[in-house]
């Protein structure tokens, strides 16, 4: 059974930095390609960075730049570093496979981005 367990988030003010992790167990991590995703109040969710399973990555526009994400094949892990944050950044975070999540959704992490 997958277990997936997000943490890190909080609440900073815009400028700041968080970094997140994602700790997944129940499956063979280093074989799959991970994403993180996000759903702000009254939006759908959507993936905003993804890490291939040989360390590429790619990032959705209005994070590119800002956002960093990485792995830990050794930690089932994996990283969003967010810098420069924005107050449009305020969402619940999720990680899980990326573009077709194939596991159950974990709890999330708040992010709230607030002066």
């Known amino acids: 059974q997958v277990q997936i367990v997000e943490s890190g988030g909080g609440l900073v003010q815009p400028g700041g930095s968080l970094r997140l992790s994602c700790a997944v167990s129940?499956?063979?991590?280093?074989?799959?390609?991970m994403g993180w995703y996000r759903q702000a109040p009254g939006k759908q969710r959507e993936l905003v960075a993804r890490?291939?399973?040989?360390?590429?990555?790619n990032y959705v526009p209005s994070v590119k730049g800002r956002f960093i994400i990485s792995r830990d094949n050794a930690k089932n892990t994996v990283y969003l570093q967010m810098n420069s944050l924005k107050p449009e950044d305020t969402a619940v975070y999720y990680c899980?496979?990326?573009?077709?999540?194939?596991?159950?959704w974990g709890q999330g992490t708040q992010v709230t981005i607030s002066a």
């Open positions: 129940g499956i063979i991590f280093s074989d799959y390609h």
């Open positions: 899980n496979s990326d573009y077709s999540p194939r596991w159950s």
């Open positions: 890490v291939t399973s040989s360390g590429i990555t």
